[in-house]
């Protein structure tokens, strides 16, 4: 596990030598850096810890050191949406929107209530909710979890066809984008649901409990929140347990 810490620039508008300031930073920082280390060492000792401590915005830094990672884990602040995009320390957004790695934002203490332990992920038959899916297995099976599988429909405002063969559809995806998986993770309990109403408000009920609720990253370029989707977006704010994105490549 390797800990980031970046001390950002000082916007100096008087042309004033602000050395000190940012040698005290960096002091208070690598003091962070040093006890943040004890804390996981203690609780786990076989965990081998490194830590990091740069120069830059906290953003910038964490996209850098996301291009070699396996996982990004980011503690959420609850900044209202116009904070993430304009305030300098946001750093939720920006990265989960432009990590190589999936990124796992942690906004509230862990308050997992229900027996089997289990994980929900959303699919919609896209490439990004099929990379989703098999972090979700992997994941599943790694901590000996169950999972949901969770397809949420949303209805039209003009509905043209019949609402049982539009949700049989949704049925048939999950069985079809599940199976070669479930044979992959035998051990991995999986349940399908396909729901009724707004993709972001129906995923957050479903994981309420949960260990974690995985959603695939959609987009193809812009920045921020244009580059996530508006589920992925939605969770961030409204879901109680972690949020994993996991980008399509």
């Not at 950002?8 to 602000?18: G, S």
């Not at 305030?87 to 997992?112: F, K, L, N, T």
């Not at 949960?210 to 589920?231: C, H």
Request: charged share 20%; glycine share 8%; proline share 6%.
């Amino acid at each position: 596990m390797r800990l980031v810490l970046a001390v950002p620039p000082q916007h100096d508008t008087h042309h004033v030598d602000d050395t000190p300031g940012q040698m005290a930073l960096r002091g208070a920082g690598a003091d962070r850096l040093e006890e943040a280390c004890g804390w996981a060492r203690d609780r786990h000792p076989e965990l081998v810890v490194t830590s990091v401590l740069t120069a830059g915005f906290p953003a910038s830094a964490l996209g850098a050191a996301a291009k070699e990672a396996r996982l990004v884990v980011l503690g959420s602040r609850h900044l209202s949406r116009a904070a993430e995009f304009f305030s300098a320390g946001s750093i939720v957004v920006p990265v989960s929107a432009q990590a190589r790695c999936p990124v796992v934002v942690v906004g509230d203490a862990e308050h997992i209530s229900r027996q089997p332990p289990y994980l929900v992920v959303g699919i919609d038959g896209s490439a990004s909710a099929t990379a989703a899916m098999k972090f979700a297995f992997d994941e599943a099976d790694t901590r000996g979890a169950a999972l949901r599988v969770v397809c949420v429909w949303q209805p039209p405002v003009v509905m043209l066809g019949d609402e049982e063969v539009a949700l049989q559809a949704q049925r048939s995806l999950l069985s079809e984008a599940t199976a070669g998986l479930s044979d992959m993770y035998p051990d991995v309990h999986v349940t399908h649901e396909v729901m009724t109403g707004h993709p972001v408000e129906e995923l957050a009920r479903a994981a309420e409990h949960a260990l974690a609720v995985v959603v695939g990253r959609r987009g193809r370029g812009g920045y921020t929140g244009m580059r996530l989707g508006s589920v992925v977006h939605g969770l961030l704010h409204r879901a109680h347990c972690p949020v994993i994105t996991v980008p399509t490549e």
